[in-house]
């Protein structure tokens, strides 16, 4: 057993081989645990933050403007030998819903396509989430992804752009006329309300968009 196996850094990008990364990341030990892999490196996170606003508001926006959805605060997406993420939440939308993955935990990118959004919740995290993770998402084409900077109640979201990287967004794409200064506007009421309260004023926020 190598000492990577015997003696595993968490929260810190380490060098491994895929058959190293696959072995621990499939290990029941790291179940709570949030496992990335990308140019042979792989990245086990134990620190995290619950996404429950970002399930919110993403469900209610859909709900309310009759979108298709499938999300998921659970799934990792592997392409084998190249790369794995676990995003908090990740959502396939409209049309694409229909092609979510089903009854797994880890979706097999040689027969499931990206999902349309991935979002994660930095609280320690951010410089890494929107570095190395970011170029992680561009490279598997996903359309949209959402960094949730819980310390400065700011969210983050970029288009991938295909094959040319990734750019800000200030309104989302693939949640047509969503923006996201409403969503950074429930962050910051997040800290002094409930989410019942938060919940009532979104549905007022996207009734009137």
């Known amino acids: 057993m190598s000492e990577l196996k015997t003696q595993l850094p968490t929260d810190v990008w380490v060098v491994a081989s895929w058959?190293?990364?696959?072995?621990?990341a499939d290990n029941p030990a790291y179940e709570k645990a949030k496992c990335y892999y990308r140019n042979g490196q792989m990245r086990i996170e134990t620190m995290s933050v619950r996404p429950d606003?970002?399930?919110l508001a993403v469900n209610l926006f859909c709900t309310i403007k009759g979108l298709s959805v499938n999300g998921f605060n659970?799934?990792?997406?592997r392409k084998i030998g190249v790369r794995e993420c676990q995003p908090d939440v990740s959502y396939y939308i409209g049309d694409r819903a229909k092609l979510?993955?089903?009854g797994t935990s880890i979706a097999n990118l040689d027969v499931t396509p990206p999902p349309d959004?991935?979002?994660e919740v930095a609280d320690s995290t951010l410089s890494d989430d929107i570095g190395e993770k970011r170029l992680l998402y561009e490279e598997l084409k996903v359309a949209e992804y959402w960094v949730i900077d819980v310390q400065k109640?700011?969210?983050?979201?970029?288009?991938?752009?295909?094959?040319?990287?990734?750019r800000r967004l200030?309104?989302?794409e693939v949640l047509p006329g969503l923006t996201i200064a409403v969503l950074e506007e429930a962050l910051q009421r997040?800290?002094?309300?409930?989410?019942?309260?938060?919940?009532?004023w979104l549905l007022a926020q996207f009734q009137q968009q």
């Open 170 to 172: 200030v309104r989302s």
């Open 53 to 55: 606003l970002a399930l």
């Open 117 to 119: 959004l991935v979002i």
């Open 19 to 24: 058959e190293e990364f696959v072995e621990i």
């Open 100 to 102: 979510a993955p089903q």
């Open 74 to 77: 659970k799934c990792s997406y």
């Open 190 to 200: 997040s800290r002094t309300e409930d989410q019942a309260q938060v919940g009532a």
């Open 153 to 166: 109640t700011e969210i983050l979201a970029f288009a991938i752009i295909a094959d040319n990287g990734s």
